[in-house]
């Protein structure tokens, strides 16, 4: 089992980069911002606890995210490894990764930080436009869609995040940039953790996931190990 964190400031990167990863290693992203939003969309239990939390640009209580994540993790499609885009963002959810993972005799392969500066990371949120159906994200002068307010890849309308408000962006920037920085002590501190220049172009970012990664033997499986994981 693959376990790569991606860490990010909000606005960073992580939701642009993980499918692209995803998609070179053969295993799926589990984002809990994007578990979140979808819960908010059903009108669920759990999304209208998470809204109070998301609406205010603050995390939702760990005790929430940290089951959401662990009930997610034991389902099937995770058991050859998994991507996470959002989490953990405190040490008490990175210590309650590491807890289940040890239980399988499994560990966080990597933490790759896509390392990006605040101003730049205002003028994304600001501009970012994600789907309907999946939350593809898109950007209005850097990565615009083919054809206006439709996704490219699946056809859903684009639409503005209530959290990407300017006085929404900034509350999340101010509560949640401290958190981040006790995850990525975290990672420095067990040996895993990678940094990547965020302000290079989107291609240009996906290579230097891809090389840190391969550099610790993490990289997509040959063509033969994929018949054999498919028989
Ligand atoms: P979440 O959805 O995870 O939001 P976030 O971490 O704040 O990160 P974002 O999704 O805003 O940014 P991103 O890094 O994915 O950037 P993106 O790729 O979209 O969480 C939302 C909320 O849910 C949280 O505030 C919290 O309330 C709650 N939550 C979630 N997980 C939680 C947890 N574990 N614990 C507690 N609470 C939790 O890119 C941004 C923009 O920039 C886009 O427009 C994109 O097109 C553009 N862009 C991307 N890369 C580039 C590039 N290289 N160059 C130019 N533009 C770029
Ligand atoms: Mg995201």
């Known amino acids: 089992m693959s376990v790569v964190v991606l ?10 980069q993980a499918p692209l990863l995803a998609e070179r290693l053969g ?16 009108g669920t239990a759990l ?11 603050q995390l939702v209580p760990d005790e929430i995210t940290v089951k959401l ?15 996470l885009d959002g989490f953990p963002r405190t040490g ?18 990597a933490a790759v930080l896509v390392d990006v500066p605040a101003d ?33 890849l699946d056809g859903s309308e684009l639409y503005q995040r209530q959290d990407d408000r300017p006085e929404t962006i900034r509350v999340r920037l101010d509560q949640q940039l401290g ?17 990547v220049d965020g302000l290079q172009e989107i291609g240009l970012v996906a290579a230097g996931v891809e090389t840190a990664l391969a550099a610790r033997g993490i990289r997509a499986p040959s063509p033969v190990e994929n018949v054999a994981g498919r028989a």
């Open 69 to 83: 994540l662990l009930d997610r993790l034991a389902r099937p499609d995770a058991s050859s490894g998994v991507i």
């Open 7 to 16: 860490l990010g400031a909000p606005g960073a990167g992580k939701g642009t």
């Open 120 to 152: 730049e990371l205002v003028r994304r949120m600001s501009g970012r436009w994600i789907c309907r159906s999946a939350g593809h994200p898109y950007h209005e002068t850097s990565s615009p869609p083919r054809s206006a307010g439709v996704c490219d």
């Open 27 to 42: 295993i799926p992203v589990v984002a809990t911002g994007g578990i979140f939003r979808a819960a908010v969309r059903d």
């Open 47 to 57: 999304g209208m606890e998470a809204r109070r939390y998301m609406d205010a640009g």
């Open 92 to 109: 008490v959810q990175a210590a309650a990764l590491d807890h289940a993972l040890d239980e399988r005799a499994e560990r966080v392969a």
């Open 179 to 195: 958190a981040l920085g006790e995850v990525i002590d975290y990672y420095r501190a067990a040996g895993v953790l990678v940094v």
